[in-house]
């Protein structure tokens, strides 16, 4: 029933005592499956869409933020759940979804409470947490209707969930929504004293475009491009939560 994906960097050595307590708790809770080591893969999708058509149903992402980028794509186009045991760093994701870092994520997995969320498509790049994007000289057009021009120096998020460790609840959007939430934050000066001014639009689809290539990051992947496309992919992503997630 249960896929367990290791990422590359969790076979350190620093992590063996983390993951021998792991694996005994996965023992003792009876959440014992197929374990995959990202490691020996170049790409683990068709690894993974084939264990889902052997008749798994969960697909545990052992590892931080950027394990998850690596099974997205082959979690959702197979239909399969996707969980996490939070180890190393960034963890962003998992602290969302309210699931604690290493042994304890266990516990969460075997409660097995799965919420339906929507995943944003960036240039046909699937991301669940956000993007964050350079904010000078941006054009964003949405639906052809209106055009935004951010004036001064700033930068802008595009966010399905949060992109950076959230702070407070305002930073964090709804993945149920079936909208992204554009935030563009400007530096705002007054006298001496800088101030960081934000407007957030939720929209469902929208383009950002520059005169000459940019850099952008997706879940903590690099995009590059002149052009962003931005669209919504309405909950095709069933992850498995915990009791303290915060949306």
Do not use: W
């Amino acid at each position: 029933m249960y896929c367990y994906v290791y990422d590359d960097f969790v076979q350190e050595k620093k992590y063996e005592r983390e993951l021998d307590a792991i694996e005994n708790r996965i023992t003792d809770l009876g959440l014992q499956g197929k374990t995959i080591r990202l490691a020996l893969f170049r790409n683990a999708d068709e690894t993974i869409r084939d264990e889902v058509k052997r008749g798994i149903k969960t697909v545990v992402a052992v590892g931080n933020d950027a394990t998850v980028h690596k099974v997205l794509n082959a979690v959702i186009d197979s239909g399969a759940v996707l969980a996490l045991i939070p180890v190393g760093e960034p963890t962003v994701l998992a602290h969302i979804l309210g699931v604690p870092g290493g042994v304890k994520a266990c516990d969460v997995l075997s409660q097995r409470i799965i919420e339906k969320m929507d995943a944003g498509m960036v240039n046909h790049h699937r991301f669940i947490t956000g993007v964050s994007i350079p904010g000078a000289n941006a054009k964003v057009s949405v639906g052809g209707r209106y055009d935004v021009t951010p004036l001064v120096k700033g930068g802008i998020e595009v966010r399905n969930l949060s992109v950076k460790e959230p702070r407070d609840p305002s930073d964090i959007s709804d993945p149920t929504d079936g909208k992204l939430d554009l935030v563009i934050e400007t530096e705002i000066r007054k006298g001496f004293r800088k101030k960081i001014g934000v407007t957030k639009l939720p929209l469902p689809s929208f383009n950002i475009s520059y005169k000459k290539n940019i850099k952008a990051t997706a879940d903590g992947a690099e995009i590059e491009g002149q052009e962003f496309s931005f669209s919504v992919e309405r909950k095709v992503l069933q992850a498995v939560v915990g009791r303290e997630r915060m949306f």
